[in-house]
């Protein structure tokens, strides 16, 4: 009976050994993501708060950054995203920036997170539209949608969001 037990416990260690490895999925997640990946344009719903004397005006900010011929998001391959992080380029509105790109499949949220790599030179650009954690809205063949949402003071009847459209070159 013991020898059973035993021979059970390794069997099922061995074949649930990827669940306890740090961030197996992930790493598979992000890397459906590898290549260069042209940015056709942001689209943008913000809050826009201006003082204007006494008075505090809160108005909705919409628009949408085309972007120039030879913009460019890319997601470099990584054997594991956690310790072995590869530094990615992009260029957006004539800045050029490097940043590392996490993936991450949980809970039902697909999402890449964009942040500054250990060497990295900051970048306004980068900071302003692409840096953060964005949800895959959409991705089909070579079309990707990303983009973020949130509330105000808890208000969920108004949605704020940035969405990123990109379709992949190479």
């Known amino acids: 009976m013991l020898n059973k037990l035993i021979i059970l416990f390794f069997s099922f260690f061995i074949t649930t050994c990827y669940k306890w490895s740090p961030n197996w999925r992930d790493t598979k997640f992000r890397n459906q993501f590898v290549g260069k990946w042209r940015i056709d344009s942001i689209q943008n719903l913000h809050l826009s708060i201006r003082e204007v004397g006494d008075t505090v005006l809160v108005l909705d900010t919409q628009y949408t950054i085309y972007a120039k011929p030879g913009d460019y998001l890319e997601i470099l391959f990584t054997k594991d995203q956690v310790e072995k992080n590869v530094t990615c380029t992009g260029k957006f509105l004539d800045s050029t920036f490097s940043y590392d790109v996490q ?18 030179l900051p970048s306004i650009t980068f900071q302003n539209y692409i840096m953060g954690s964005r949800y895959i809205k959409m991705h089909e063949g070579t079309k990707l949608r990303m983009g973020t949402k949130f509330w105000v003071n808890d208000n969920y009847d108004k949605t704020y969001y940035s969405d990123t459209y990109l ?4």
């Open 103 to 120: 993936g991450y499949d949980d809970k039902n949220a697909q999402r890449l997170g964009f942040t500054y790599c250990q060497t990295c």
């Open 167 to 170: 379709t992949k070159i190479e």
